[in-house]
């Protein structure tokens, strides 16, 4: 253990394309950004681990070994973390401090749990040098997600969080963490993110069932004689020919996630040649599909993303993460940004009566030390 502070920088992240893949064993294409939790890990004099959130002003004690789930949700990112990495490396743990403070906005869809997760798993990692390795850490962060706060989410949120580069994409397959860095290279384009600020409190149960009923599609699948690990996996044509089997939505879904799967490949395949007009129209093609084939997006991300979709000085747009509520992701023009954001938020505020949060965000490094 350090007898000095140290502090953990822990990003958000945005996903260009490829949504409700990660669990479908498919290929996802985000990155880390600048907008980051951070943690400031600092010593305890006996076995009281105290973790403090300074922005919203609230705290929580536990004492070493008892990490029972909590009815508080972000107790809980803190608590599963705590659990996994006292089982994988025991008898290691001691009291500790640990103060936070974010820029990066909750509940928008950039994943601010993964950067909490992650970050606090790197920073006990790194507090008590435990040797635990990048996948390690991605996994400690997962399990906590799933059993103690209870969404099945995939490894993209965890992956990009840890592995983010600075101006890198990443192009992860996640049927078995292969992954390769892209250049962010889209000229005088920059991400601007539009936050409804509309969280559903239904969205992590309308997760996991989106989630079930992929699973449910791959039974079948398999069910008729073969073998397949994930629907990425399944070509279209195989699906196509068992179409009588499924009920219409489950087929519906099945197929949007195929297809979703080519179109992250494809993406990252035009991006590479700077084709950008390409990249555009498969971001405009996702979002049609989680809307009205995976049945995830909501009044609001649809009207942002349309109303983008006549403005030459925006490439593409979509809704991004886990859907109901949060961000859309649009490329624009750098010289029109201050034009598109105020347009936009008139026409948001005068449709539904909310005031919209534009974050302008640049692709930045993982989750590190400073
Ligand atoms: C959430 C989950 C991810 C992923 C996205 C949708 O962010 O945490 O694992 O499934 O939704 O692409």
Known sequence: ???????????????????????????????????????????????????????????????????????????????????????????????????????????????????????????INEWFQLGLTDLEIMEIARKAEHNYVGTMCGIMDQFAVVKGQQDQLILLDCKD???????AQWNAYKIVLLNTNISHNLASSAYNERRRECEKALEIINSLGHSYKFLCEVPLEVLHSFKEHFETSTYTKAKFVIEENQRTLLAASVLKDGNLKTLGELMYRSHQGLSNEYQVSCLELDFLVNYTEDLDHVLGSRMMGGGFGGCTINLVHENFIDAFIENA???????????????????NDGVKMI
């Open 177 to 183: 963490h292969s992954y390769e860095y892209i250049p």
């Open 345 to 363: 938020s008139t026409a948001y505020q005068s449709q539904f009566g909310i005031t919209l949060t534009p974050i302008i965000t640049v692709i």
């Open 1 to 123: 253990m350090s007898t000095q502070a140290i502090t953990i920088l822990s990003p958000g992240r945005i996903n260009l394309i490829g949504e409700h893949i990660d669990y479908n064993g498919g290929h996802v294409l985000p990155a880390s950004i600048d907008k980051k939790i951070k943690l400031q890990f600092e010593s305890a004099s006996d076995d009281t681990i105290t973790i403090q959130s300074l922005d919203y002003d609230t705290s929580i004690e536990i004492q070493v070994g008892y990490f029972a789930k909590s009815t508080v949700e972000w107790e809980n990112y803190v608590l599963g973390v705590l659990h996994y990495i006292d089982r994988l490396r025991p008898t290691m743990l001691t009291g500790f401090k640990c103060s936070i403070t974010s820029d990066l906005p909750a509940g928008s869809g950039l994943s601010s749990s993964a950067a909490l997760s992650c970050g606090m798993a790197t920073g």
